[in-house]
């Protein structure tokens, strides 16, 4: 199948970055290159763009996408919150530009068999990097109920959680749940048919936590904002779409405190605990898809762009 995704918030991606033409820039989720084409449109011959993915399907759709810049791109497979040993590999120690889209690709969704679809049946996987061994059919089977009502609690926000834990154990105790398919009939039986009936899809919040939890996402994305933000340069700046109230909360969070990080009591005249402010916040409301790109590309929805600029003070 071919690799397809239409970049998000494209546009106002290139823009919020500010590249600078003879800048090191990094695309921590390469997918199919989208755009990491843009940003190496913008380069001179002395800037580079460095794209990790785990995803060896995004990597080989984006190699043919960025052929063409040739030296300019390195690609590596890999997650992103390895991006500063990998960069040190490359005897890099300070980037320009970082962009993260924490969505998961069309490519991703439409193939059935990568199991992270609720509109086809398909084996249970949801793995992002497909050299890992756990899958999701070790979740729904191997969690307890209170760990999988944890999880579609915390990580899909849904109401129906506790009776949805219960009813995919009651199941499986039956026979092993090996299947998208099987996984969406146990899910419906556990919510009212009133609720059903109306809005979106009743598996879609749990595949989201069992997603999550499988990968890691919320964990990765906290352990390593910071990290990033202490990569760029002076004046450098990052970018980052995400797709759920879950990762933009951490985002707009760990901006906040990079921005604003004294933790002295307010009634103190000064400053005493030394903390020091590494840059500002772009974007004091996130930036959202135009009604012609919600037109175009209806999986935009739900997407915001939070920006980040460091100011490195001696």
Do not use: W
Request: glycine share 8%.
């Amino acid at each position: 199948m071919e690799f397809k995704h239409q970049s998000v918030l494209l546009s106002e991606c290139m823009e919020s970055l500010n590249i600078r033409p003879d800048g090191i820039y990094v695309d921590g989720t390469l997918g199919g290159g989208g755009h990491s084409y843009e940003i190496c449109r913008r380069l001179s011959d002395k800037g580079r763009l460095i794209g990790i993915d785990q995803d060896e399907a995004a990597i080989e759709a984006a190699r043919v996408r960025l052929g063409e810049f040739k030296d300019k791109v390195t690609i590596i497979r890999s997650n992103y919150c390895n991006m500063r040993a990998e960069l040190t590999k490359l005897h890099i120690t300070a980037v320009d530009g970082i962009l993260l889209d924490l969505g998961v690709s069309s490519y991703q969704l439409d193939n059935a068999e990568r199991g992270f679809t609720y509109r086809e049946d398909a084996p249970l996987d949801m793995r992002m990097d497909q050299r890992q061994t756990m899958t999701a059919r070790d979740i729904v089977n191997g969690y307890s109920e209170s760990e999988l009502y944890r999880i579609i609690r915390d990580y899909g926000e849904d109401k129906f959680a506790k009776n949805i834990a219960k009813h995919i154990v009651s199941a499986r105790s039956e026979k092993t749940l090996e299947t998208t398919g099987e996984l969406i009939q146990v899910i419906k039986a556990a919510i009212p048919m009133k609720v059903r009936a109306v809005g979106g899809h009743p598996a879609k919040r749990t595949f989201q936590a069992i997603r999550i939890e499988l990968n890691r996402e919320l964990d990765v994305l906290k352990d390593s904002l910071g990290d990033m933000i202490d990569l760029l340069d002076d004046g450098g700046r990052i970018a980052v779409i995400t797709f759920h109230s879950l990762e933009d909360r951490i985002v707009k969070n760990i901006f906040k405190e990079n921005e604003d990080p004294c933790i002295c009591p307010k009634e103190f005249p000064v400053c005493v605990c030394g903390r020091k402010s590494k840059g500002k916040v772009i974007t004091r409301k996130p930036i959202i898809p135009s009604e012609e790109e919600l037109e175009e590309n209806k999986r935009s929805k739900s997407s915001k762009l939070r920006v980040f600029e460091r100011k490195i003070i001696l």
